[in-house]
């Protein structure tokens, strides 16, 4: 009893508010709070409940706080309305001890005030430096060539780049700035905008991690604590001043998070409007995150997972008719599924609606995609359908940035297989990319007009001749050059007379025997007849004496790879009528699959170099190494991405506090241990709050792990932002539980000079490391006269 | 006394003969016919080479897993007497006479026997009839693809033997768990499932997926126990640390002892040597102990020193240079400072010596006593053949453009002084005063003027620098990375001051007498790590398949065959036993899934008891199936067929247990399924019967269907076989494998 009577006395206790000085907070209860809903006067009417009237209207209230002008929604998790009326209920809930820390202007000043610190602290010298950063190479370059409607190719998804060209169109940028390289200086050129949009959805971030926060813990400082991680965290602010695509993909992300935590919020009344809107929102947001960079599929899996888990506990609820679950998965299906899929596809139309000209990106796409592009020498040209004998043509390997069946006259070196003419890959469109088709037992010249016309039919033994050199393409049991399995491929034979090996099957993939063989849309197999082995491209970038082109080899390994495939793309043949290439433009989803399977083969290309020294993963949450922006040298504008080093390392020892105190918790609980009902509330968001953002931070980090690709420090934001949530929600309750043991006026200055120590530590830090993101000049940091002298920590950070 | 004669001493035994019969048809089906053929088949050839090196304590480094699978076939070796000297170079040679064919493969044999009672044995913990544990076991009996690859010197029949008896001695734990705690059986089979892991893991790293799963299963059993509120906590905690115990101290103890053994035996150096660091090198008898033995260990100004790069990649080279200069234009049209050209190259040479010079003093000899270099101190180098010094300066790199030009000096007489002194960097000292060690210390020369670090770039060099490796200066060093980090291999205090004396000196082979003997564990770890991170890069292969292959069994991989007879091995699995553990898999998946919502909705389709049993039955089947073949897709490794085979097993263990549930459950009395008592024990014989035994005789018949392939045959032009094995011919023979 002694206890009970502790915890009545509690919320008197910890508040940190200075509502507590008003005399109501004394003594919560349904009143009390009511007083407050007559205080603020617009809530909804308040529908019957039958439990606890006192919470909701709390909720209710608080809801609409937050969001004035957004849909409002009880904001309590318990679905007991749906529990069997012979189950026993639990008992509905006590008054919160810290209630009185969520009087309505306890969370309206806080928010205001976080939302105008972040945009302060993100906006600040925002045009320093005048010159491009980092990846603002790439990106800038993507938005301005979106304005100029010119193709190009990214591994990643468009939307963000379109919103940093839509940006940039808006605030009146042109899209000349060519964006070269690092150090480049702007001049008159408007990057403002671009900067800025960045910079806004960055500071979104903070207003967005604090109504998550507070939606799962319920606790104002928890949110406040927060809040204050990401305002002064310089790597966020950082990150959030440049036009990257970070920052637009984390905001997609936090606001797939806080609208999923929104609609779970709503589930109390589903299918009310508040409850369609967040679950919707959460829907496109998905969409804008997977749009960005396909590290928004994490945040898919989240949802996804949360999801299920949702469903799952309502198919167990009885009371529930199967009818009523089957309207459950419709809408999810709908809104999470469908609806995303929608929109992500919608972006894609627009990306390929904009940009229609030929640029940079042409030669990673087949030539049916080419054709699309105004410019493209495959733009609208007309070129015979079938091949015939005698027909001039060039051949483009199916594999991604394939490259032309390319020869000259340089041999291959001394020691290289047999010194004959080489043969290669090449990526840009050549003379010496032309190859005429003859018969292999005749060299008669069948564009004379007195032959008839014969056409080449799938099985064929066809020979190849190079249409410069008059060299035959021929292939013989000698070692390839780089691939040393595969046999050598070479250009033999003198004006078109070689031998038994310069003949080669044509086939045509999935066609019958005797079929013609058609212009770009036939995949074609050359099979060498003397060895059997097949003509491909291997992919590697042969040494200086092959040009660096890309190596041809003949492979005794029959597989279905496009590395050993072929189609024909440039055909001339002036006995045979020209067609025109308009009827095999692929269509949208065609274009869409291509542009996914270039983007993926794209992505798992960037390997890192041999010897190179790269990011890993178990770097980043210890801050060790930064990225430098922009400047090297004592004289430069020294920008350097690195996390704010003491909140840093408070998340990552948080995470470590974070799984003992839920290991605890549930072991405890498992063991069948007694907790009061503060205790138990605590443990609820403990193990409930805080593991949805923990599964968000493992989602967002361990994959890393298992990637091949290219790493950079800048990945492990994402994941950041959701150590910050946890950080928050981990020390709220670990005070309080604190403050709960002890006795009542120990445990609210506990309480109370815990949250403030905490803030201050990440304020002062903030003190010391903001030179960082805004910029630093003069000496570097081993310098005793540098800004930043005395804080270098580490001995991997260069600043 | 003497009671005896009054009682008979009376011993009672329980023979289980179903178990004696299964084992006995293992042995004939596994070992029939062993040591034919005398040829190499396919993957002895990559087996029998460790083989014999261990025969001849050879040390080796592979890539391709831990040491205690090699360990085994090898003991089989040292059983049959054999000496290792065979040429393991072909597929299809044929073995000499010294080569103990039987022995070597007989332990793949017997643990491949074996796996048919383990199979029987699991299914009866699992608490299945014992006609379904008699079909399953049958069911392994009779899979050619097991078969094939048990009766020959491979490690994937030992694998799954592992793999087998460490989920029957959990089970048999578990079993024991409910009704005696910590009694010596309890124990038994506890720890003997450590063992069988950690032996899974030792043979193959794919073991460490069913170790996995078992721990999960592990760590779920434990949360129950932990939520058994009857118990104590002090008895909780007794449960756990047992667990703990058994599950992760034991088999990583046991890992680090086939590390121990395997070191202990391979004492000689060897063909791999290379690709250990100096140190490792030194610890093996002959190799580069004989040279570093007894040299002087502190380096001190005025010593002669070999430098070799500590990453090892892509080749294990030395600090070189020679006399050729770099070309004044490369051919992209950038300059260079044409001055002489400083290298990595791979192999021993004589113009790989350097001396320390101090920076102060002329000299080249080490003074009496001699002056040891320490960590930060700054130092000349200068090479030992044309005496210039190691030198960098504000020139690109021939390759590499954002780094620095690294030479060794020489005054043209222009604006360009000489910039050679560095300083030297130990990194893994222990103090800052350190002193730097020939083998042991990792040092990293940072350049004064300009603190560039001398690195390794990884290059080729074109023709005019003979393909050696390029050196260069990384002006913004981004961390440490192991190609920035020298250490002295070889090294002799300098006694000539004269360059004649001196080259005669360099010449010389050096000599001294101190060996250094590192600690296992600083060997374990360099192996392991190199074991881990060793990449093999040709990986294409002609049989090599894809996973999603496996399942449907659309490829196979052709294993021997004789030039002349046309006889052939070909490793191919039981088409119809494939099929039907397929079907199985899919049956399973959605009759669990149906089970799970229906019960979530609180509507019961099997009782209780019986739902457990599914449950654990299917979540040991199914799961072993999934942890041992989904893996595979994010793996970038060459695959074969016989990858699958783990993964099969558990997937063969499942077709009983799902055929049971079906018949006990399903297919019994329409009206029977809400309400069904445990038959499963105690039930009536002849459902079970009806359930296993029709599709028995099917699968035995697939199985004969399959069995030339499996054994033997001749390729007889007329015969039905013949096509197959003829177009084989061609391929089979100039197959690269």
């Not at chain 1, 020390?731 to 043991?741: I, Q, R, S």
């Not at chain 2, 899934?593 to 599914?614: G, Q």
Request: hydrophobic share 45%; charged share 15%.
């Amino acid at each position: 009893t002694l206890r009970r009577v502790r915890s009545v006395a509690f919320p008197t206790c910890l508040s940190l508010h200075p509502a507590t000085s008003r005399g109501d907070a004394l003594a919560p209860g349904a009143e009390n709070y009511n007083s407050h809903d007559a205080l603020r006067g617009n809530q909804t009417p308040l529908p019957a409940m039958p439990y606890g009237a006192d919470s909701l209207s709390l909720d209710a209230v608080r809801g609409g706080a937050r969001l004035p002008s957004g849909p409002r929604c009880g904001g309590l998790r318990q679905r007991r309305p749906r529990r069997p009326a012979g189950e026993p209920s639990r008992p509905s809930p006590p008054p919160r001890a810290w209630a009185p820390l969520e009087a309505p202007v306890g969370v309206w000043a806080p928010l205001a005030s976080i939302t105008l610190l972040s945009f302060a602290s993100r906006f600040y010298r925002l045009c320093e430096p005048p010159h491009v950063c980092w990846d603002e190479t790439h990106f800038g370059k993507m938005g301005s060539y979106y304005i100029n409607r010119t193709f190009f190719f990214d591994v990643h998804p468009p939307l963000g780049k379109m919103l940093i060209g839509l940006a940039g169109y808006l605030s009146g940028y042109n899209g000349t700035f060519p964006f070269q390289k690092p150090g480049d200086r702007y001049g008159h050129h408007n990057y403002i905008g671009m900067r800025g949009f960045c910079a806004f959805l960055g500071s979104c971030l903070v207003p967005f991690a604090y109504l998550i926060v507070l939606e799962l813990s319920k606790s104002l400082s928890a949110a406040l604590l927060a809040a204050s991680i990401l305002i002064f965290d310089t790597g966020c602010i950082t990150l959030s001043q440049y036009i990257l695509l970070d920052p637009i993909l984390m905001f997609f992300l936090m606001g797939a998070v806080l609208s999923m935590v929104k609609y779970n919020s709503c589930a109390v009344r589903p299918f009310s409007a508040p409850w369609w809107f967040w679950l919707s929102l959460t829907g496109v947001n998905l969409a804008g995150a997977i749009g960005v960079k396909f590290v928004g599929l994490f945040v898919v899996l989240l949802v996804g997972l949360n999801t299920v888990y949702d469903l799952w506990e309502l198919l167990g609820d009885l009371s529930l008719s199967l009818v009523t679950l089957g309207k459950h998965l419709l809408a999810r299906v709908f809104c999470l599924i469908l609806l995303p899929l929608v929109l992500y596809t919608a972006q894609f139309a627009v990306h390929f609606a904009v940009l229609n000209k030929s640029g940079p990106g042409d030669g990673f796409f087949s030539s049916a995609f080419q054709s699309r592009l105004i410019g493209n020498n495959l733009h609208n040209v007309s070129v015979p359908e079938h091949l015939a004998y005698g027909s001039v043509i060039t051949m483009k390997n199916l594999r991604m940035a394939g490259g032309y069946l390319h020869s000259h006259w340089h041999l291959y070196p001394e020691g290289v297989g047999a010194r004959q003419q080489q043969v290669t890959a090449y990526l840009h469109k050549d003379l010496n990319n032309l190859w005429v088709i003859k018969k292999h037992d005749s060299n008669t010249d069948h564009l004379d007009p007195s032959c008839s016309v014969e056409f080449v039919r799938h099985g064929d033994v066809i020979r190849l001749e190079h249409k410069e050199t008059s060299r035959n393409l021929h292939s013989h049991q000698h070692e390839a050059p780089m691939t040393r399995k595969h046999f050598q491929v070479t250009g033999y034979g003198i004006n078109g007379t070689g031998d038994a090996n310069d003949f080669w099957r044509i086939e045509v993939v999935g066609r019958k025997s005797g079929k013609r063989i058609k212009v770009l849309r036939s995949q074609i197999r050359l099979t060498h007849l003397a060895t059997g082995c097949i003509l491909g491209s291997s992919g590697k970038t042969l040494p200086k004496w092959g040009w660096e082109q890309v190596e041809v080899t003949c492979t005794p390994y029959v597989k279905e790879t496009p590395n050993a495939l072929w189609n024909v793309e440039d055909h001339i043949n002036p006995k045979l009528p020209n067609i025109s290439l308009d009827v095999l433009k692929p269509s949208f989803p065609e274009i869409l699959l291509e542009s996914h399977m270039v983007m993926i083969r794209g992505n798992s290309g960037l390997k890192p170099k041999e010897n190179e020294v790269t990011s890993k993963p178990w770097h980043w949450p210890i801050n060790y190494q930064g990225l430098r922006f922009s400047g090297v040298n004592e004289t430069d504008y020294r920008v350097y991405l690195l996390g704010n080093p003491v909140v840093w390392w408070l998340n990552l020892v948080t995470i470590g506090l974070y799984l003992l105190m839920a290991t605890c918790t549930i072991v405890a609980i498992k063991r069948g241990a007694q907790l009061t009902v503060e205790f138990k509330e605590l443990s609820e968001v403990l193990l409930h709050s805080g593991g949805k953002i923990m599964l968000g931070w493992l989602l967002h980090y361990l994959p890393f792990f298992m990637m091949g690709r290219v790493l950079y420090f800048h990945h492990y934001f994402p994941a950041m932002l959701f150590s910050s949530m946890l950080t928050g929600i981990t020390w709220d309750t670990l005070l309080k539980f604190c403050a709960g043991c002890l006795s009542c006026s120990m445990g609210k200055r506990v309480y109370t000079y815990g949250m403030l120590a905490l803030m201050l530590l990440i304020v002062y830090s903030f003190y010391l490391f903001h030179p960082l993101s805004y910029g630093m000049v003069g000496p570097m940091a081993s310098d005793p006269n540098s800004p930043m002298a005395g804080l270098r920590w580490l001995e991997s950070w260069e600043f | 006394m003497l009671g005896f004669l009054k009682q008979p001493v009376v011993v009672t035994a329980e023979i289980n003969m179903n178990l004696v019969a299964l084992t006995v048809m293992g042995l004939v089906n596994r070992l029939w016919a062993l040591s034919y053929p005398r040829a190499v088949v396919f993957d002895e050839v990559y087996y029998g080479q460790f083989v014999s090196l261990y025969m001849k304590r050879i040390f080796f480094v592979d890539d391709s897993g831990p040491p205690f699978g090699h360990m085994l076939l090898a003991f089989g070796g040292y059983l049959g007497g054999f000496d290792g000297n065979f040429l393991w170079n072909r597929i299809g040679a044929e073995y000499s006479m010294n080569v103990p064919v039987w022995s070597l493969r007989l332990l793949p044999a017997l643990t491949g026997a074996l796996c048919v009672p383990l199979a029987y044995q699991i299914l009866v913990e699992l608490h299945f009839s014992h006609c379904a544990a008699f079909g399953a076991a049958l069911l392994i009996l009779f899979e050619n693809s097991l078969i094939t690859q048990s009766r020959l010197m491979l490690l994937e029949s030992v694998l799954i033997f592992f793999i087998l008896l460490a989920i029957l001695s959990y089970l048999k734990f578990y079993n024991l768990q409910k009704c005696s705690p910590f009694t010596a059986g309890w124990w038994f089979w506890l720890l003997l499932t450590g063992v069988a892991c950690s032996c899974a893991v030792g043979v193959k790293y794919m073991g460490l997926f069913t170790y996995m799963l078992l721990l999960a299963i592990a760590g779920g059993h434990s949360w129950h126990l932990i939520g058994d509120q009857t118990l104590s906590n002090v008895s909780v905690l007794c449960h756990l640390l047992a667990r703990g115990l058994a599950l992760v101290v034991v088999p990583v103890a046991m890992y680090l002892s086939f590390f121990y053994v395997h070191l202990t035996v391979l004492y000689r150096s060897g063909p791999h040597d290379q690709i250990m660091t100096s140190a490792f090198q030194a610890s093996l008898e002959g190799g580069l102990a004989r040279i570093t033995q007894g040299q002087p260990l502190e380096v001190a100004y005025g010593s002669q020193i070999t430098l070799r790069n500590v990453l090892g990649k892509p080749v294990p080279c030395w600090l070189h240079s020679h006399k050729n200069t770099y070309p004044i234009r490369y051919e992209n049209g950038r300059g260079s400072s044409h001055q002489q050209q400083v290298t990595c190259y791979p192999f021993k040479d004589v113009n790989n010596w350097w001396i320390v010079k101090d920076p102060g003093m002329q000299q080249l000899v080490v003074s009496n006593p001699p002056r040891p270099v320490r960590h930060g101190h700054i130092v000349q180098l200068v090479h030992g053949i044309t005496t210039r010094y190691l030198n960098t300066h504000d020139v690109a790199a021939p390759l590499s453009p954002h780094s620095q030009e690294i030479s060794c000096y020489i005054d043209y007489n222009i604006s360009m002084p000489a910039q050679n002194l560095w300083r030297v960097e130990i990194v893994n000292r222990e103090s800052d005063t350190d002193v730097w060690k020939t083998i042991l210390s990792e040092v990293r020369f940072v350049h004064v003027n300009t603190s560039a670090v001398l690195k390794l770039s990884g290059a080729s060099l074109p023709e005019w620098g003979y393909r050696q490796l390029e050196i260069i200066g990384e002006k913004l060093s981004k961390g440490h990375h192991q190609s920035m980090l020298w250490n002295v291999e070889e090294h002799r205090y300098g006694k000539s001051q004269e360059q004649k004396e001196r080259e005669v000196e360099l010449h010389s082979p050096t000599q001294a007498d101190i060996s250094k003997n590192l600690s296992f564990m600083a060997r374990f770890t360099e192996l392991q790590w190199k074991i881990l991170t060793l990449k093999n890069e040709d990986t294409e292969h002609k049989y090599s398949s894809s996973p999603l292959d496996w399942i449907t069994m659309d490829t196979n991989i052709a294993y021997w065959f004789h030039p002349i007879s046309g006889a052939q091995i070909h490793l191919i699995g039981n088409i119809l036993t494939w099929a039907s553990a397929n079907v199985a898999t899919l049956v399973y998946v959605c009759l669990f899934l149906w089970y799970l919502l229906r019960r979530r909705r609180k509507i019961c389709d099997i009782p209780e008891d019986a739902w457990r049993l599914w449950v654990s039955a299917g979540g040991l089947c199914v799961g072993g199936w999934a942890v041992n073949y989904l893996p595979f897709f994010m793996m970038e490794k060459t695959l074969f067929l016989y990858h699958y085979l783990p993964a099969l097993t558990f997937q063969i263990l499942l077709i009983p247990v799902v055929l049971q549930h079906l018949t006990d459950h399903l297919c019994r009395y329409p009206g029977y399924s809400t309400g069904c008592p445990a038959v499963l024990i105690s039930g009536d014989k002849s459902s079970e019967m009806m359930g296993f035994l029709v599709p028995a005789p099917a699968l035995i018949l697939g199985t004969l269907h399959y069995v030339p392939s499996v054994i033997t045959l001749p390729c007889l032009a007329e015969e039905n076989y013949s096509v197959n094995a003829c177009t084989g011919l061609g391929k089979v023979n100039c197959s690269p494998v």
